[in-house]
C-alpha cells in the first residue's frame, strides 16, 4: 500500500507511493498504524463529506419550495444550474420508479 517515514516514537508521520529518501518501510493498506496515520488526514473532510449527499437533497428541496412559492422562476437560474436540476428530478423520478416493487394495488 504504502512506503511510510516514522517519527522517533515509531508513529508514521509521512506515507508514499513509492520508496524515495525516509520512505522505506513499506507497509500494507490494513496496518493499523497507517490507518490510524489516514484517519487523522482525512478525519474533518471525511465527516464534512459524510454530510455532503444529505445537504444536496436539502438545497434541492430548498430550490423546489422557492420555485413553487414562485419567490424565483426556475428560468433565472443560470442553464447550468437548470441542467443539473432537471437531470436530478429525472434520475430521482427513474430510481423512484425503479424502486417500486409493489406497484399501484
Known amino acids: 500500500m504504502a512506503y511510510?517515514?516514522?517519527?522517533?516514537?515509531?508513529?508514521?508521520?509521512?506515507a508514499s507511493a513509492a520508496p524515495e529518501g525516509d520512505y522505506r518501510e513499506w507497509v500494507d493498506a490494513d496496518d493499523p498504524a497507517l490507518q490510524a496515520f489516514v484517519s487523522e488526514l482525512t478525519g474533518d473532510q471525511a465527516?464534512?463529506?459524510?454530510?455532503?449527499?444529505?445537504?444536496?437533497?436539502v438545497l434541492e428541496?430548498?430550490?423546489?419550495?422557492?420555485?413553487?412559492?414562485?419567490?424565483?422562476?426556475?428560468?433565472?437560474?443560470?442553464?447550468?444550474?437548470q441542467h443539473k436540476i432537471l437531470t436530478r428530478q429525472r434520475l430521482r423520478?427513474?430510481?423512484?420508479?425503479?424502486?417500486?416493487?409493489?406497484?399501484?394495488?
Open 47 to 57: 465527516g464534512l463529506e459524510a454530510t455532503d449527499q444529505d445537504f444536496v437533497r
Open 93 to 105: 423520478t427513474e430510481l423512484g420508479a425503479a424502486l417500486d416493487l409493489l406497484g399501484e394495488d
Open 4 to 14: 511510510v517515514k516514522r517519527d522517533s516514537g515509531g508513529a508514521i508521520v509521512a
Open 61 to 81: 428541496d430548498v430550490v423546489d419550495l422557492l420555485i413553487n412559492k414562485g419567490v424565483i422562476l426556475f428560468t433565472e437560474l443560470p442553464d447550468s444550474a
